[in-house]
């Protein structure tokens, strides 16, 4: 994680966005060395292996009630 100062990201600011923008990884700025601002990229590409990962912590999937019953929503039959 970068961070750096609101006078030194003045100076180079587009260079530094660019670097978020490519790498994904966020920007921290900071007013007299207290964090201030977190920039970050509007979307990130992430590995399909790291999304199912988190999915597989979270631990199995349970169903509770019967599967196959009704949802109570009609569907138009043509």
Do not use: C
């Given at each position: 994680m970068?961070?750096?100062?609101?006078?030194?990201?003045?100076?180079?600011?587009?260079?530094?966005?660019?670097?978020?923008?490519?790498?994904?990884?966020?920007?921290i700025v900071t007013d007299h060395g207290t964090p201030v601002?977190?920039?970050l990229p509007?979307?990130?590409?992430?590995?399909?292996?790291d999304?199912?990962?988190?999915?597989?912590?979270i631990g199995p999937v349970r169903f509770t009630g019967d599967p196959n019953a009704p949802t109570g929503d009609e569907w138009d039959v043509a």
């Amino acid at each position: 994680m970068v961070t750096i100062s609101k006078s030194a990201l003045k100076a180079r600011m587009l260079e530094y966005f660019r670097h978020v923008e490519e790498t994904g990884e966020p920007l921290i700025v900071t007013d007299h060395g207290t964090p201030v601002l977190q920039v970050l990229p509007f979307a990130t590409k992430r590995p399909m292996a790291d999304v199912l990962a988190e999915f597989r912590a979270i631990g199995p999937v349970r169903f509770t009630g019967d599967p196959n019953a009704p949802t109570g929503d009609e569907w138009d039959v043509a």
